[in-house]
């Protein structure tokens, strides 16, 4: 992974982040607009303090970076116009959340299995892990239209948007409810 692409991971995620609050914001309707937070240090300073309070933080990074770098292998192993949409994000999403929920109702409470540490790890941590598939997915999808130029700009803007709103709506979950 280049340096260049890992800053554009690195502030999409971060732009993202701030995008969930203003979107979180613009769901619940809020009547008092003075709750409404410009400052985006402030905003994210909220979120990683909510975060840290849940989750080890160092655990939500390293989950966040690995999946990320799997999507972005993804994307630099097949450059056509179908994997380069919202499709296998959509996939992730929808399959994400429902793996989540059966490994949570199946879990074994006590156990040494590889599996069943991987399976409890991906229960407690899946929105973090989805939201960092799908923000290298989006990061990678801008490079494939901007460098490779295996996409046009309708159908990157169409799938980035897409992308873009199930982040926040997967983070939206587990930060402000």
Do not use: C, H
Not at 1 to 11: K, R, V
Not at 123 to 152: E, M
Request: charge should be negative; hydrophobic fraction near 55%.
């Amino acid at each position: 992974m280049s340096s260049e692409l890992f800053l554009i991971f690195i502030f999409y995620s971060l732009g993202v982040l701030i995008f969930t609050y203003y979107f979180n914001n613009f769901l619940s309707q809020t009547s008092d607009n003075s709750l409404i937070s410009t400052n985006p240090l402030y905003i994210l300073g909220n979120i990683f303090k909510k975060i840290s309070s849940n989750y080890s933080v160092s655990m939500v990074v390293l989950l966040w970076f690995f999946s990320a770098f799997i999507a972005m292998l993804l994307l630099f192993i097949a450059t056509n116009w179908i994997i380069n949409s919202a499709i296998i994000p959509l996939i992730v999403f929808f399959a994400g959340s429902k793996t989540a929920i059966y490994f949570e109702e199946t879990k074994v409470t006590i156990s040494e299995s590889s599996s069943n540490i991987i399976e409890t790890i991906y229960a407690r941590y899946y929105r973090y892990i989805i939201s960092g598939f799908l923000s290298g997915f989006a990061t990678k999808l801008l490079d494939n239209w901007i460098n490779i130029g295996a996409i046009s700009f309708l159908w990157f803007l169409i799938n980035f948007l897409i992308i873009t709103i199930i982040i926040a709506l997967v983070l939206k979950e587990d930060i402000f409810d």
